[in-house]
């Protein structure tokens, strides 16, 4: 790794982002009064070792460095602006705000090649959501999960075996997907669009087969996005959440009362599939792993979401596992028998702790 040796700090991004990226980091963060820290393999770290602290006129510095007029004016009117940055090295997901003390600025690493569903060792199942022609497809997990990098790879199998009209909608745009067999169109929210809802409104009118939907933050958005999959298009969206009962929790709380039921039945009829996922530290500390959970639609799944119980799901997702169908926590205790992650980090993922405690005892 380079090191700078020396008490200064760089005056362009472009040097932190570079050093970051030696380090294999998947963020880099510039913050008023810390050291430039980076997140690898999910710990935050310094840089390099015996950084200053940045002040606050350091990143001011930079954002006026790196910022356009366009979105300098966003800052300064908003107090925060996301977008892509792209330079000589790579493209970030970038984010700066303003907060008590001044400018703080984060950036996410994006890997420059899209990988496959092979290339990533995702379970086959996955490659079956792929193969359907209308419905709603879900990517959930936490910030920093991998989300992004699954849904664009789940984006490149269909654009690599079939022959339809694939329109992205995200914020921003992270993965570079180049026409294969579909006709790529790749829309930047804020950028290209105001907003998810507009977007997607749009889309419907440009003849998609497929919609992807980068994120389903809002009512309308879902509401939408739920309407499309029923009128004959493929959707695959992401929320932040972390297992599909919550997920399924979070899709229907966000409608009225009045309109639940409607939309009970609805999901239940256009669910495809829901995957979960969250990476975890390998325990030789070379990197870090994927643990997913997947639950498939079938006449069961359909009668607990029409019923409001999803508390039932769990119990499902356990039967169907010859249907592919996994519960986090035994993707999480597959990684531990297999030697892959260590006992503490099997308990700290665990959704149920006491049975993991047991699991990992034997």
Not at 254 to 267: A, E, G, L, S
Request: aromatic share 4%.
């Amino acid at each position: 790794m380079s090191s700078l040796g020396q008490n200064t700090l760089p005056s362009h991004v472009d040097a932190y982002l570079l050093l970051g990226k030696e380090r294999e980091a998947s963020d880099v963060h510039l913050s008023v009064t810390s050291q430039p820290t980076c997140r690898r393999y999910g710990q935050l770290i310094p840089i390099w070792d015996d950084a200053p602290q940045l002040t606050a006129e350091d990143t001011e510095q930079l954002i006026r460095g790196f910022l356009d007029e366009h979105q300098l004016t966003r800052l300064f009117e908003h107090g925060d602006v996301d977008f892509a940055y792209t330079n000589a090295n790579g493209r970030y997901r970038t984010s700066v705000v303003r907060q008590r003390l001044g400018y703080d600025l984060a950036f996410r690493i994006i890997n420059s090649s899209l990988r496959t569903l092979d290339e990533l060792g995702m379970p086959p199942q996955l490659k079956l959501l792929t193969q359907y022609h209308n419905g709603l497809v879900l990517v959930t997990g936490p910030m920093g999960s991998g989300k992004t990098t699954t849904l664009a790879a789940l984006v490149q199998e269909i654009n690599l075996h079939r022959s339809d009209h694939i329109i992205t909608l995200e914020e921003p745009i992270e993965y570079i997907i180049p026409s294969a067999g579909c006709q790529v169109t790749q829309r930047e929210v804020h950028t290209h669009t105001k907003s998810f809802a507009a977007a997607l409104r749009g889309a419907l009118r440009e003849d998609p087969d497929v919609i992807m939907v980068g994120e389903m933050r809002d009512l309308e958005t879902i509401q939408l996005a739920i309407s499309a999959s029923e009128t004959g298009h493929l959707v695959l969206g992401t929320l932040h959440t972390s297992n599909a009962p919550r997920t399924l929790d979070r899709l229907l709380d966000v409608f009225p009362t009045d309109q639940r039921d409607q939309i009970r039945i609805m999901v239940s009829e256009s669910l495809r599939g829901i995957v979960s996922q969250q990476l975890i530290p390998r325990a030789d500390g070379t990197g870090r792993v994927v643990a997913m959970e997947m639950l498939t639609n079938s006449p069961a799944v359909a009668n607990v979401i029409r019923e409001s119980k999803t508390f039932m799901l769990p119990g499902i997702i356990q039967t169907g596992r010859k249907a592919g169908m996994i519960l986090m926590d035994d993707s999480v205790a597959d990684l531990y028998r297999a030697g892959i992650i260590s006992r503490e980090e099997a308990i700290y993922r665990a959704e149920n702790k006491t049975e993991m405690e047991l699991v990992t005892r034997q």
